[in-house]
T-cell receptor, first 113, second 114 residues
Framework: GEDVEQSLFLSVREGDSSVINCTYTDSSSTYLYWYKQEPGAGLQLLTYIFSNMDMKQDQRLTVLLNKKDKHLSLRIADTQTGDSAIYFCAEPGEGWNTGKLIFGQGTTLQVKP | DADVTQTPRNRITKTGKRIMLECSQTKGHDRMYWYRQDPGLGLRLIYYSFDVKDINKGEISDGYSVSRQAQAKFSLSLESAIPNQTALYFC?????????????FGPGTRLLVL
């Protein structure tokens, strides 16, 4: 079955870059997603990448996709204290048309002033 | 106003009690989901519904039931609560645009079973 793996914790200093990594198993995934969960809140879609792309940039966010290794990463440039949150990667479950998402365990990003 | 609301936001109950968590949405989406979140385990899907007449089990449905009362309402019940159901519960809705699934989450219900 599908599986999505992430490391659980990352700590960086304010102003540094953060890189959050994710591996997935379903090679047929059309889109891959990053969600952000701020303290006390639900998840919000942060960004996504289509499977025929290697990279997507959106302001301070850069998503890199290595389909061969089934590896996805999220880079946050100039990390701010407001970026402290839990970040989840997700892939479609059981194929792109089911509406289901499989989430990783979540990476807690701690940004130190 | 929030597009996806959950009630209650916090609940403490005792083992063996039946409780219901409610979810309402104003986004007009047909698809709705219930997840639970546990530290280090991420989100796991309990039940999902693609429309009022279509209810499906997720990966961890045992001990839970759901009711889709209307397009906008999807309730989760714990028939006889047990301590390992202590978790953070999220409702979500989704739409599909150009093959891309975007899920919209409620703020969560924190449940403690004593």
């Amino acid at each position: 079955g599908e599986d999505v793996e992430q490391s659980l914790f990352l700590s960086v200093r304010e102003g540094d870059s953060s890189v959050i990594n994710c591996t997935y198993t379903d090679s047929s995934s059309t889109y891959l997603y990053w969600y952000k969960q701020e303290p006390g809140a639900g998840l919000q879609l942060l960004t996504y990448i289509f499977s025929n792309m290697d990279m997507k940039q959106d302001q301070r966010l850069t998503v890199l996709l290595n389909k061969k290794d089934k590896h996805l990463s999220l880079r946050i440039a100039d990390t701010q204290t407001g970026d402290s949150a839990i970040y989840f990667c997700a892939e479609p479950g059981e194929g792109w048309n089911t509406g289901k998402l499989i989430f990783g365990q979540g990476t807690t990003l701690q940004v130190k002033p | 106003d929030a597009d996806v609301t959950q009630t209650p936001r916090n609940r403490i109950t005792k083992t063996g009690k039946r409780i219901m968590l409610e979810c309402s949405q104003t986004k007009g989406h047909d698809r709705m989901y219930w997840y639970r979140q546990d530290p280090g385990l991420g989100l796991r899907l309990i039940y999902y519904s693609f429309d009022v007449k279509d209810i499906n089990k997720g990966e961890i449905s045992d001990g839970y039931s759901v009711s889709r009362q209307a397009q906008a309402k999807f309730s989760l019940s714990l028939e006889s609560a047990i301590p390992n159901q202590t978790a953070l519960y999220f409702c979500a809705t989704s739409d599909r645009g150009q093959g891309r699934e975007t899920q919209y989450f409620g703020p969560g219900t924190r449940l403690l079973v004593l």
